[in-house]
């Protein structure tokens, strides 16, 4: 284990990938949705796309303490359960395409699916089905696949939420109660087919505690009545990490 933190510190780009897991944070707490689009883009500059996975998912722990308090008692716990179960069903197969794909394939894997999903946003695009057990089933798909193979286990679930019809803070607790438990139950999924190394555990323990205060900060400024203005603000941020995040630019 020491080894594994000296080689955690000496990582390059860590203050980067520290201030990443701060602003992560902050823009999960009040617009409930786009840590991982924010924070993998940049993870992957600096660590192989395995260790930028399981680094996040473990920081993306914070959320426990954080945000999903005061989510619990407003999401549907139904649906999330749901959601959940077929998550845990389908990150086994995303783990495999983790541990086996091209690294380089992978990182620019991260930078499509986050880029395509904000352009989903932008323009207003939606999932059309009815929400309902096989929806919550094909979602929950989605988020288990999609968090176990590049580490994104929002896009399916954050273009679900916003075609639903639910209030904003219940549209926020269901994003909130997903994403950060499914990242819990990816852990020993990961663990399970020996995708977790001591110095990416190492990593996301170092970034636990400014993930934990960014997700504080961005509670405290949480607001129902300027929804729309966080999820530009989450937009932009997104944007410049999709961007930051792509292969050409090097490290």
């Known amino acids: 284990m020491p080894e594994a933190v000296a080689a955690a510190l000496a990582t390059p780009g860590l203050p980067i990938l520290i201030l990443a897991a701060l602003v992560a944070g902050m823009v999960y707490g009040f617009a ?13 500059r600096f ?18 303490f954080s945000v999903v308090p005061q989510a619990w008692g407003q999401a549907d716990r139904r649906a999330a359960g749901i959601m959940l179960g077929a998550s845990v069903l389908a990150a086994p197969l995303g783990i495999w395409v983790l541990r ?30 009815t929400p309902g ?24 679930l954050i273009l679900f939420q916003l075609a639903g019809r639910d209030p904003v803070e219940r549209t926020r607790a269901n994003t909130i109660l997903v994403l950060t438990l ?33 997700g504080w900060l961005g509670r405290l400024v949480f607001d129902p009545s300027r929804a729309g203005l966080y999820r530009w603000v989450a937009y932009g941020i997104i944007a410049a990490a999709g961007l930051m995040g792509l292969p050409i630019w090097g490290r």
């Open 32 to 44: 409930g949705f786009g840590a991982a689009l924010i924070f993998m883009p940049i993870g992957v």
């Open 47 to 64: 660590l192989d796309p395995l260790s930028a996975v399981a680094a996040f998912q473990l920081s993306a722990l914070a959320s426990l």
């Open 100 to 129: 086996t794909g091209d690294p380089e394939g992978l990182r620019w894997a991260v930078s499509a699916v986050v880029l395509i999903t904000l352009t989903a946003l932008l323009t207003g695009w939606r999932f059309k089905g």
């Open 133 to 156: 057990v096989p929806g919550w089933l094909g979602v929950g798909a989605g988020v288990g696949f999609l968090g176990g193979s590049v580490g994104l286990n929002g896009p399916a």
């Open 182 to 214: 499914s990242s819990l139950l990816l852990l020993p999924l990961m663990a399970l087919q020996g995708a977790l190394s001591g110095q990416a555990l190492a990593i996301g323990a170092m970034l636990f505690l400014p993930y934990l205060i960014g």
